[in-house]
Nanobody
Framework: QVQLVESGGGLVQAGGSLRLSCAASGPSFRRYIMAWFRQAPGKEREFVAA????????SYSDSVKGRFTISRDNAKNTLWLQMNSLKPEDTAVYYC????????????????WGRGTQVTVSS
């Protein structure tokens, strides 16, 4: 089992940047495919980005591609999401999630979730 704790959210103006972190505790972080999801008020949770076991394979939603970068350091049990050129529509609670099976853009396969960190982008 792995425990996930997100941090780094906050209030930022449009065009600004934030870096989210997800600290993982428990064994075998390197065995999990990691992802970021987000959920805005009144909307369903949506996929943001995912990264493979050793960090060489990444995927992004069309809405963040070219602006966000997902990365991980297995030695530090940490996942990051660098968010640049933020837009008001990026406002949401951001969650990190772990999946021991295969990369997916659906939330169902992800077995472990953090509690989320709020990102608010003002116009």
């Amino acid at each position: 089992q792995v425990q996930l704790v997100e941090s780094g959210g906050g209030l930022v103006q449009a065009g600004g940047s934030l870096r989210l972190s997800c600290a993982a505790s428990g064994p075998s972080f390197r065995r999990y495919i990691m992802a970021w999801f987000r959920q805005a008020p009144g909307k369903e949770r949506e996929f943001v980005a995912a990264i493979g076991w050793i960090g060489t394979g990444t995927s992004y939603s069309d809405s963040v591609k070219g602006r966000f970068t997902i990365s991980r350091d297995n030695a530090k049990n940490t996942l990051w999401l660098q968010m640049n050129s933020l837009k008001p529509e990026d406002t949401a609670v951001y969650y990190c999630a772990a999946n021991s099976l295969s990369e997916s853009r659906r939330s169902v396969p992800y077995e472990y979730w953090g509690r989320g960190t709020q990102v608010t982008v003002s116009s």
